[in-house]
């Protein structure tokens, strides 16, 4: 066992001895850099690493949580102590407990979460990144005189995790990217917009050209807005906004919100509740992604789920806690911080792509393309959707002129019905989508 | 009180000659200003959820930020670990923006002047649990009691404690002790086998836990979450298009603080990039409009007695008469544009770098009877309470998103609508309000205001206020 495990392993023995039935620790170390520069200087440096952990205890079925950022021996001792006496006060849970022990596991393969050569990088190299993307910006449009700035983010770290039940495990992760601002002004049109990238791997990294050219073109292509009329129409997301209603998506299956009957899919395994393209899978497994990982936040086998397929909904996401109270199996979808009961979060949570690429969906259509979603508060109980949206309008296929300070509303339940999914699926989070085509909603403007 | 009666000198063992070692580190390389950001937070959450109470969570973070300002770069490393040799390795990290021969620190600490905002014997987090613990539960029992449609509560009580000491290159100390509590309570109902809805509400403040016995009961925040799930039963489709909005008062508030807050952070407009980039003495709002960002109201959520670079926090007029009066400063960005600081750079943490913040954003109460403003409008929209917002700074565009609003039809409330989002400019959305209420609210104390990744507990407020025009996000047309 590694140094971080000996200790995890010792604050569960801990609790355990304290009078505990069962515990699970949790301990995160990881060392953040960022690199910030605007107008060709640099603006900001920083730079520093950290560790916490946090428990969490049954008491019988009873459960109490801590965290601390003391490592120590007395540190640890009072996290501990912590967690035991606010197990005194929560209620009994008949569903509390750790998950089955044949569900506990990690996967052996190499999941690609790790790349070495973000320890080794240099300061200048990565300062140098940040300001070649921050001058492609600049250079590819006059009319890009200001930035917000660009840049260039590292993180390592570790997180460990072990059990009562036996289970052990521990994984290191590693993540890198690179965004620009620029603010682009006409006419007294000012509008900015912003592109970035990042991975696992350094390697993977789109160039900072690539990243300041398409940051430009999208800030410019926004100037002198119009405000269009009110009206029902067809309405397209890029994968960048995409995203933003496949988030809406997986609140509607996280099986906190079904067991509460909080989701307007409560009840509706097995239904068809979507267009026959549609096919939405969870899959952790993916090598090199954002939300892969050999195990989830509660020890168990991470495992690729198909949450609906052609339309109907085969899965919700689940960790133990919410499978036991629907009588279903966890999905190895238990997510935490480092302390508290676990969460249900998403792996790499994905639209399988269609086969037509976005121009041939786009084409001889008039309607809306969202490139900028702001302030949406989408309700997952009825799946009421309403958004502040700024983009491009299109005629006959064509980008016509740029939209902004609109809305755009519906619902989940009939866009789910009434969606086109194009063919660029990309991942730049563990959220990711193709580019989407919603056959009417309701547009607000003048 | 002295460095040496403080929490970090009593628990730690800190020194003025190891704070003045620690900021020699930080500017050994040059720049004209350091600082140290010392943090502890203690946490305490418990949640009950079916009746049960499922949660309960608590625990300690701790540690140091360093800074390093030369010119218009920041130098920034931090430690969880207060030993002397970890401190003074951050230090020479954030030390490392700067390239020249050493800063000589000025020897000797004044503690700074700071206000009194929440003076308490005991914070809340230093009570025992039962009394905690008692608040959800009473809090779930209510929401239950209060229809018998409600099915499904979820209430929640989190409190913190934290300690800070701000030692700054210039020789100013400050400390503070900052108490934190909330209580938030959400409730799903459901008529019939109909579709279920939903309600929010909470509140708290830098308060006592007699504050949820005496002013904010659990019971207040169970009721009032329990009767928006209620009234949302009988919610028709929210309009469509441009419309007359009234605001009612408290909450709503926030649309200040997204329509004009964010766009008068100095940062933003120290780099030119915000919708209200120079436009001081410009008439930005209507005559009837006055807003003020104030940190030195007692017990608000958004008040401190020093912000997080040791500055005594201000009252602040943002706009006067519907004239743009002023900017929220930090430190770096009043230096870079010979301003003074305005008591408002933030952080989330120790971990985080300070930027300009908001603390309690509210606009000053009109002449207006809050009757005769929704009796004046024909056909618009009532808006009651909001779950959140976001703003755009550059095109100045904002959205607010109304959770319980209602249709004015000839001069009277009619029926609820489903929740819709509302869009805006900053600097000409303000220039539509048509009449404002005499009846200022502050909110209940439940914001959380994010920015760069950074969150920071905030307030809003506002009397009832008429907008003649702004675009509404529903579906009805």
Redesign the interface.
């Known amino acids: 066992m590694s140094d971080l495990e000996t200790l995890a392993a010792d604050a569960v023995k801990r609790a355990i001895d304290a009078g505990a039935t069962d515990a699970e620790c949790t301990i995160m170390e990881g060392d953040e850099f960022s690199a910030a520069v605007r107008m060709r200087e640099v603006e900001s440096l920083k730079e520093a690493g950290s560790r916490a952990a946090g428990i969490r205890v049954l008491v019988g079925k009873n459960g109490g949580s801590s965290y601390t950022s003391d490592l120590t021996s007395e540190g640890i001792r009072t996290m501990v102590r912590g967690a035991i006496d606010l197990a005194k006060i929560t209620s009994e849970d008949p569903f509390a407990g750790l998950p089955d022990e044949s569900d506990l596991g990690a996967r052996t393969e190499d999941l690609g979460l790790y790349d070495t050569a973000i320890e080794g990088m240099e300061t200048d190299w990565k300062i140098a990144q940040a300001k070649r993307a921050e001058e492609v910006a600049f250079a590819t449009d006059d009319r890009i005189q200001n930035s917000e700035g660009a840049s260039f983010d590292s993180y390592v770290g570790r997180r460990v995790f072990v059990n009562s039940r036996g289970f052990v495990g521990s994984y290191r992760t590693s993540s890198c990217g690179l965004s620009v601002s620029p603010v682009a002004k006409q006419n007294g049109s000012m509008e900015r917009d912003y592109w970035y990238t990042s991975a696992r791997a350094a390697s993977k990294l789109e160039s900072p050209d690539e990243v300041g050219r398409r940051a430009a073109e999208r800030a410019v292509r926004r100037l002198n807005p119009r405000k269009i009329a009110t009206q029902r129409a067809v309405v397209i997301f890029e994968p960048r906004t995409a995203r933003s209603l496949l988030s809406d998506l997986f609140d509607a299956v996280n099986g906190g919100a079904i067991y509460r009957q909080a989701s307007f899919l409560a009840g509706k395994l097995g239904d068809k509740i979507a267009s026959e393209s549609l096919t939405v899978i969870d899959d952790p497994t993916l090598p090199g992604l954002f939300g892969s990982s050999p195990f989830d936040d509660e020890g168990v086998l991470c495992r690729r789920t198909v949450v609906i397929e052609k339309g109907v909904l085969k899965s919700y996401l689940l960790n133990s806690y919410s499978a036991r109270k629907l009588g279903l199996k966890t999905t190895g979808n238990a997510s935490r911080g480092i302390t508290g009961n676990a969460g249900v979060g998403p792996g790499n949570f994905f639209i399988e792509a269609g086969e037509r690429p976005p121009e041939s969906i786009l084409k001889g259509t008039t309607g809306l393309y969202v490139t900028e979603l702001i302030g949406g508060d989408t309700n997952t109980v009825t799946g009421d959707y309403s958004s502040g949206a700024a983009g491009m309008w299109i005629e006959n296929g064509e980008m016509a002129y740029p939209v902004s300070e609109i809305t755009i509303a519906g619902n989940m339940k009939q866009m789910l019905m009434d969606v086109e999914i194009a063919s660029d699926l990309e991942f730049r989070g563990s959220i990711a989508s193709p580019t989407l085509l919603i056959r009417e909603m309701t547009i607000s403007g003048q | 009180m002295g460095l040496s009666q403080s929490f970090f000198s009593e628990r730690f063992g800190i020194t003025e000659r190891d704070l003045e070692s620690y900021l020699s580190e930080a500017l050994s390389a040059g720049g004209e200003y350091a600082d140290l950001y010392f943090e502890y937070l203690a946490t305490?959450s418990?949640g009950i959820?079916?009746g049960?109470?499922?949660?309960?969570?608590?625990?300690?973070?701790?540690?140091v930020g360093v800074r390093v300002i030369a010119g218009?770069?920041?130098?920034?490393?931090?430690?969880?670990d207060l030993s002397p040799e970890k401190i003074r390795k951050?230090a020479r990290?954030a030390a490392?923006?700067a390239k020249g021969p050493a800063t000589i620190v000025k020897t000797g600490f004044e503690e700074a002047r700071q206000h009194n905002l929440y003076p308490m014997l005991n914070a809340p987090h230093e009570t025992g649990?039962?009394e905690r613990?008692d608040l959800v539960k009473r809090a779930d029992l209510a929401a239950r009691a209060y229809d018998s449609r409600v099915?499904?509560v979820?209430a929640t009580y989190a409190d913190s404690l934290r300690n800070v000491l701000v030692a700054t290159s210039e020789g100013r100390l400050s400390f503070d002790r900052q108490p934190m509590a909330r209580m938030s309570v959400s409730a799903?109902a459901r008529q019939g086998d109909g579709?279920?809805?939903?309600g929010h509400s909470g509140g708290g403040g830098r308060v006592t836990l007699e504050f949820f016995e005496k002013e904010k009961t659990p019971e207040h925040f169970a009721k009032e979450a329990a009767r928006q799930a209620i009234v949302q039963l009988d919610a028709v489709d929210?309009p469509?298009?441009?419309t007359t909005v009234v605001l009612g008062p408290g909450w709503p508030g926030i649309l200040l603080h997204?329509a004009v807050g964010h766009g008068l952070e100095a940062d933003f407009n120290r780099?030119?990039?915000s919708?209200f980039s120079g436009r001081i003495g410009q008439q930005v709002a209507s005559p009837l409009c006055t807003v003020i960002d104030d940190g030195t109201i007692g017990s608000r959520r958004g008040s401190l007695n020093v912000d997080d670079e040791g500055m005594p926090t201000q009252k602040n007029v943002l706009i006067e008469n519907g004239v743009l009066r002023g900017y929220l400063q930090d430190k770096l960005s009043s230096r870079l544009t010979n301003n003074t600081s305005t008591g408002s750079g933030r952080r989330e943490s120790y971990?985080h770098?300070p930027m300009p913040r908001m603390t309690n954003t509210y606009m000053l109460a009109g002449e207006s009877d809050p009757e005769e403003i929704i009796k004046s409008v024909q056909k618009g929209l009532y808006c009651a309470t909001f779950?959140?917002?976001?703003?755009?700074?550059?095109?100045g565009?904002?959205?607010?998103?109304a959770?319980e609003s209602y249709l004015i039809e000839n001069g009277k409330l009619t029926r609820p609508v489903?929740?819709?989002?509302?869009?805006?400019?900053g600097p000409e959305a303000l220039k539509y309000v048509s009449m404002v209420g005499r009846d200022l609210l502050l909110d209940e104390g439940i914001g959380v205001c994010g920015k760069e990744g950074q969150s920071v507990p905030v307030g809003v407020g506002i009397p009832t206020v008429k907008i003649d025009r702004m675009?509404?996000?529903?579906?009805a047309?």
Do not use: C, M, W
């Open positions: 305490t418990i959820d079916e049960i109470v499922k949660s309960a969570t608590g625990g300690v973070s701790l540690g218009e770069r920041t130098g920034y490393a931090y430690s969880d951050a990290v490392h923006i649990l039962a613990v099915f499904q979820q799903l579709a279920p809805q939903h929210a469509a298009g441009e997204e780099k030119g990039v919708a971990q770098i779950s959140g917002g976001q703003v755009d700074i550059t095109s565009n904002f959205v607010f998103a959770t489903r929740g819709a989002s509302l869009i805006g400019n675009t509404v996000g529903g579906t047309q």
